[in-house]
């Protein structure tokens, strides 16, 4: 599995633990920045790769990303996103 594919899938699991956790889907889908989900989610990576790989998935429209100061500072998964994590991976 591709790194990108495995952020992916990271988010995802998130974002359904989140729901069943009874957070609206409109929260559920919010990550923070590319730091916070690096420290919270996706320890295994470098924050510069966390950043690449939210730019990456956000290029594909898995994800929806604001930027700030140069990094990846609003996180959300898409309905695309969505979709193909949990009809692919």
Same mark, same amino acid.
């Given at each position: *599995?591709?790194?990108?594919?495995?952020?992916?899938?990271?988010?995802?699991?998130?974002?359904?633990?989140?729901?069943?956790?009874g957070?609206?889907?409109?929260?559920?889908? *919010?990550?923070?920045?590319?730091?916070?989900?690096?420290?919270?989610i996706?320890?295994?990576?470098?924050?510069?790769?966390?950043?690449?790989?939210?730019?990456?998935?956000?290029?594909?429209?898995?994800?929806?990303?604001?930027?700030?100061?140069?990094?990846?500072?609003?996180?959300?998964?898409?309905?695309?996103?969505?979709?193909?994590?949990?009809?692919?991976?």
């Open positions: *599995m591709s790194k990108s594919n495995n952020l992916l899938q990271l988010l995802y699991n998130e974002y359904c633990q989140k729901l069943k956790n957070i609206s889907e409109p929260k559920a889908k *919010m990550f923070g920045s590319s730091k916070d989900i690096q420290k919270s996706a320890s295994q990576y470098s924050f510069e790769v966390v950043d690449e790989l939210c730019r990456e998935l956000d290029e594909n429209n898995f994800l929806d990303v604001f930027y700030a100061d140069n990094i990846a500072y609003n996180v959300q998964i898409s309905d695309i996103g969505i979709d193909y994590a949990k009809n692919n991976l």
